[in-house]
């Protein structure tokens, strides 16, 4: 699985993203005050936060809602082809705190989610993140989700990220929670917990 691991430490590379504050959401349907999921979620484990209470943000087979003040927005990145995406536009600090998700279908044949904890954080070391951390395995709507802590540098901005990986029905998900390097373990935790105890599947 080592080769995959290298591809899997690319993608979450790649997944963290700097942005700068935007003021306004993007008027399509990837963002709405309620979900139109006819399945619930199951509980989620491993998190301990109050669920998000701003919009809810939709994606392929998912949604989840996020804190008031995060939106889509108006302009996404280019080069950049996100599942789904969000971010805080009251932050002020010149980077804002977003989240993304990348879904890859099918999943690279015979991944789990225990390999990607076993070996995820040597290879996204030697891919230049620094400060790895694999956690705990949490549970979010009744799937396993890999978690691991890093920092990194992106076009010359630091940025502390909080990554969770899960398989469902022969897709890989990638959820990553990008931040200011001032904001702290605690409240990085508090926000991805806030956001994914909310995660639904509608498929």
Same mark, same amino acid.
């Given at each position: 699985m080592r080769t995959f691991s290298r591809r899997a430490a690319a993608l979450t590379l790649m997944a963290t993203l700097t942005l700068s504050a935007?003021?306004?959401? #993007?008027?399509s349907d990837d963002s709405s005050s309620s979900s139109s999921s006819s399945s &619930?979620?199951?509980?989620?484990?491993?998190? #301990?936060? $109050? +669920?998000?209470?701003?919009?809810?943000?939709?994606?392929? #087979?998912?949604?989840y809602s996020v804190p008031?003040?995060?939106?889509? $927005?108006?302009?996404? +990145?280019a080069g950049f082809d996100f599942d789904s995406l969000a971010v805080d536009s009251d932050d002020k600090d010149?980077?804002?705190?977003?989240?993304n998700v990348l879904r890859q279908s099918p999943a690279p044949t015979g991944v789990t989610i225990?390999?990607?904890? &076993?070996?995820?954080? #040597?290879?996204?070391?030697k891919q230049g993140a620094r400060d790895v951390k694999t956690n705990e395995s949490v549970t /979010?709507?009744?799937e396993s989700a890999a978690h691991i802590s890093m920092s990194q540098e992106l076009n010359?901005? &630091?940025?502390?990220t909080e990554q969770y990986y899960m398989l469902r029905k022969g897709a890989l998900y990638v959820?990553?929670?990008?931040?200011?390097?001032? /904001?702290?373990k605690a409240d990085r935790d508090k926000i991805a917990g806030s956001v994914l105890s909310t995660w639904t599947w509608s498929a």
């Open positions: 935007c003021g306004s959401s #993007d008027s &619930k979620s199951e509980k989620a484990t491993g998190f #301990d936060a $109050p +669920p998000a209470d701003g919009p809810t943000i939709k994606g392929t #087979d998912y949604t008031a003040s995060w939106e889509t $927005p108006k302009n996404k +990145p010149g980077f804002a705190d977003n989240i225990e390999e990607l904890s &076993k070996n995820l954080g #040597d290879e996204l070391t /979010v709507a009744g010359g901005n &630091k940025n502390l959820v990553t929670f990008s931040h200011s390097t001032d /904001v702290s």
